[in-house]
């Protein structure tokens, strides 16, 4: 099953945008076997996502925007 590389849901084949998290899909599609299961909240909405996710599909925002920032303040 192919997945958006971004939000993690699963798309039927590649597509310009990605109609769950409306990335414009540069990188490759995920090739994964299992039907992920476990979510996460979202910390911006507060939606569950997929775990693998790094971008929301409510907000479409990236997740790792957060991280990168908060890692850069701790390191201060
Ligand atoms: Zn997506
Ligand atoms: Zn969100």
Same mark, same amino acid.
């Given at each position: $099953?192919? +997945?958006? @590389?971004?939000?993690? /849901?699963?798309?039927?084949? *590649?597509?310009?945008?990605? @109609?769950?998290?409306?990335?414009? %899909? %540069?990188?490759?599609? %995920?090739?994964?076997?299992? #039907? @992920?299961?476990? =979510? *996460? +909240?979202? $910390?911006?909405?507060? *939606?569950?996502?997929? =775990? #693998?996710?790094?971008?929301? +599909?409510?907000?479409? +925002? ?8 908060? /890692? /850069?303040?701790? /390191?201060?």
């Amino acid at each position: $099953m192919k +997945r958006c @590389p971004y939000c993690f /849901e699963s798309l039927k084949f *590649k597509q310009n945008i990605c @109609p769950h998290c409306a990335q414009f %899909i %540069i990188d490759d599609l %995920i090739e994964v076997d299992y #039907e @992920p299961a476990d =979510t *996460k +909240r979202c $910390m911006f909405c507060g *939606k569950n996502i997929l =775990t #693998e996710a790094v971008v929301c +599909r409510h907000c479409h +925002r990236w997740l790792d925007e957060l991280n990168d920032a908060l /890692e /850069e303040n701790n /390191e201060k």
